[in-house]
């Protein structure tokens, strides 16, 4: 069975986070066991703003359990950074490391598709071992 046929059967909720909603997502948040934290590879001047967020969120008392996977999206243009570009910029070694989170990356294009396979496997795995 696919993964993408596992999830059927399963309840997923996404909200977004970003944007307007940033100052109220801990309304939002609270029984959150799996965090997607997208980060836009191909915007360098949001990397700070986009650091800061997620700092924020792993901060949280109320996610400090959750598993956590940030995707580096827009992959798929040719002025696009590479992950190691923006780990090394928002020093994700470092952010890693002072977690309490299991954090895990991945690089997708949510326009292509390239990528969303694993994104939902890595939810699939998240929902069974938070049961």
């Known amino acids: 069975m696919s993964v993408a046929c596992l999830l059927h059967t399963r309840k997923v909720t996404v909200r ?5 909603m940033g100052p109220i997502w801990r309304s939002y948040c609270g029984d959150c066991r799996a965090l997607l ?12 703003a986009s650091c800061v967020q997620l700092l924020g969120l792993l901060s949280a008392e109320q996610l400090s359990e959750a598993s956590v996977l940030i995707l580096f999206n827009k ?6 950074m590479t992950i190691e570009e923006i780990k090394s910029l928002i020093r994700l070694p470092d952010i890693i490391a002072c ?12 326009r292509e598709g390239t990528g969303l396979e694993r994104v939902l496997r890595w939810l699939e795995d998240t929902k069974r071992t938070n049961s």
Do not use: H, R, V, W
Request: charged content about 15%.
């Open 16 to 20: 977004e986070l970003g944007g307007c």
């Open 37 to 48: 934290f997208m980060i836009d590879a191909s915007n360098p001047t949001q990397l700070s």
């Open 75 to 80: 992959i798929d243009l040719p002025c696009y």
């Open 99 to 110: 977690a309490k989170q299991n954090i895990t990356t991945a690089e997708i294009s949510a």
